[in-house]
């Protein structure tokens, strides 16, 4: 077994225990995945302007480096997620707007330790802490989502989001919505779908490839 299969390993065993994976994928066919996801990922979704809707910087344009000030580099990580470091991901959930159930970042919080205990503790902070600290990431959480707290509400509540992914209590299919893939819509599937990929990189351009049919959907 390579170096960068065990770490992938170990960073997947929670599911793979959980028998919700089968089996790992490798470094060719994560990088495939990652391609043909990439577009999914950077270009807002159809219901970006509602989610963010009465929010004073919920524009892109205005958001964007408000969003990068808090979470810094690993913000543009935009592959597996797997390179992120848990408190980016941490932070990553707390500004960003998730109307649904928000199974891959929660699924990518699991593959490290306490990963949700740590996001239960620093979004309880803000939410319920009167600091300096907390004051002030309330307010800037506040100029980007619009009713920040009934958001936080979701993940911290009993039976609430963090409960839910620490039972493995993910989303049904029928949940997510057409406009979004549903290989793509939480690390597990996103992991169960790399596997199905060619394992060895028969030709360099394979990546474009993929990129080039998964824009088919935002150019129709």
Known sequence: MTNFSQYLENRLLVFLKADLIKSIPN??????????????VVI???DDSQRYRDAKYGHPMLRTPIILGYIGSDHFKIGSGLGASCHSIVKHLNIVHH???????????????LGLEKLRLYMGK????NS?????????VGNVLPDAS??????????????????????????IPDYLRKDFFS????????????????????????LKRSMIKFTN
Not at 126 to 129: L, R
Not at 150 to 175: M, Q, V
Not at 187 to 210: A, D, E, R, V
Request: hydrophobic share 35%.
């Open 27 to 40: 470094k060719w066919q994560l990088l495939q995945g990652s391609v043909e996801m990439m577009p999914y």
């Open 44 to 46: 807002p979704d159809v």
């Open 99 to 113: 109307q649904i159930f928000p199974s891959y970042d929660l699924q990518l919080l699991q593959t490290h330790p």
């Open 126 to 129: 803000i939410e319920y802490e």
């Open 132 to 140: 300096d600290w907390a004051n002030k990431i309330r307010k800037k």
């Open 150 to 175: 009934n958001y936080r509400i979701n993940f911290l509540k009993p039976g609430g989001w963090i409960d839910r992914a620490s039972n493995f209590d993910y989303e049904s299919i029928n949940e």
């Open 187 to 210: 690390l597990i599937s996103f992991i169960n779908y790399c596997n199905t990929l060619p394992k060895k990189n028969s030709f360099w351009k394979k990546p474009l490839i993929l």
